[in-house]
């Protein structure tokens, strides 16, 4: 089991990373753990403002980095004084990815929450979210906050691609949302299915090969159930995986999806996931995810 002792939560005072403070703070009350709130100061910006300024005004850049880390101090204490948890502010400055993901390493956190979109979702449908970015670069569990927070977690889904994903994933949603009622999802395809028809194998002959084929993940999810300390549901169904999963999500009724991302490609597409990118854009619920790093250690 793992434990939850530190939480990292990034914010660039947006209204969806304001859902993830608040997402953040209920897991750090259920687990009894740290918070670190970290808000970056693009470094990019940071350096046109001091170029700028340079010659006239050498006060306005100190005042804008206290400004924010006045901003950001008031925060912290004001959620460790309502929650009564401890809450850690941490101004930084630099690409917000590159600075969420190396506060998480120096500080051993155990959780990232981020909120889907940050202030500029333009910009971000087009170059790709902080939230996507984090995603690929982090070495531990990241969760991207789309929705608002009226409470924790009761439905949790759990997506699961077997050819990837050992039981660390099952293992994790349970670990960090112990309290909800999980289920233990698997959409698959008989290999080749397409070019079997035009090979001319039969109807009945393929149907065959689909029924052995969920008769392997079914018992697969079936023995990644008995670790668990609950009693998950299991869902089991042909198709692809973009188009399955999020039919058993409305199913479900889940507030978040829980997924593994891969780590053997250096193409982007294929580090992130298709089915996990295809999630975090599309399945308009919070969605968790495990690296492979942890996936390793299974």
């Given amino acids: 089991m793992k434990s939850i002792e530190t939480i990292l939560v990034a914010t660039d005072f947006s209204p969806t990373a304001s859902r993830a403070e608040e ?6 009350v259920q687990h009894n753990a740290r918070l670190i709130l970290q808000h970056c100061l693009p470094g990019q910006a940071m350096k046109r403002l001091h170029d700028r300024l340079l010659l006239r ?17 008031q925060q912290a204490e004001e959620l460790a004084g309502r929650w009564k948890i401890d809450v850690t502010p941490l101004l930084t400055v630099g690409q917000p ?44 569990p990241v969760l ?25 994933v099952a293992q994790l949603a349970y670990d960090i949302i112990p309290t909800a009622r999980l289920s233990l999802v698997h959409a698959f395809e008989v290999p ?3 070019k079997l028809h035009f090979a001319g194998v039969s109807e009945d002959e393929i149907h065959r090969y689909r029924q052995e084929e969920r008769q392997r993940a079914l018992s697969t999810l079936q023995a990644l159930a008995a670790d668990l300390k ?9 198709g692809m995986p973009e188009a399955v999963i999020p039919v058993l999500l409305r199913e479900a009724a889940a507030e978040l999806v829980v997924a593994g991302k891969h780590g ?21 619920c919070d969605v968790l995810v495990v690296p492979p790093a942890l996936e390793s250690k299974a």
């Fill in 23 to 28: 997402r953040a703070v209920l897991l750090a």
């Fill in 57 to 73: 005004d050498t006060k306005t850049e100190a005042q804008l980095h206290d400004y924010f880390e006045g901003k950001l101090r």
């Fill in 97 to 140: 990815h590159r600075e969420i993901t190396r506060i998480e390493r120096e500080n051993g956190a155990d959780l990232v929450v981020l909120g889907a979109m940050g202030e500029h979702p333009a910009r971000e449908f087009f170059l790709g979210s902080t939230a996507e970015r984090v995603v690929r670069e982090a070495a531990t």
């Fill in 144 to 168: 991207v906050v789309r929705n608002e927070v009226r409470e924790p977690y009761s439905r949790v889904l759990v997506a699961l691609d077997l050819s990837v994903h050992g039981p660390t």
């Fill in 192 to 194: 080749f299915e397409g």
């Fill in 230 to 238: 609950t009693q998950p549901d299991i869902r089991v169904e042909h």
């Fill in 264 to 284: 053997s490609s250096e193409i982007i597409d294929l580090l992130l996931g298709s089915m996990t990118k295809h999630l975090m854009r599309e399945s308009g």
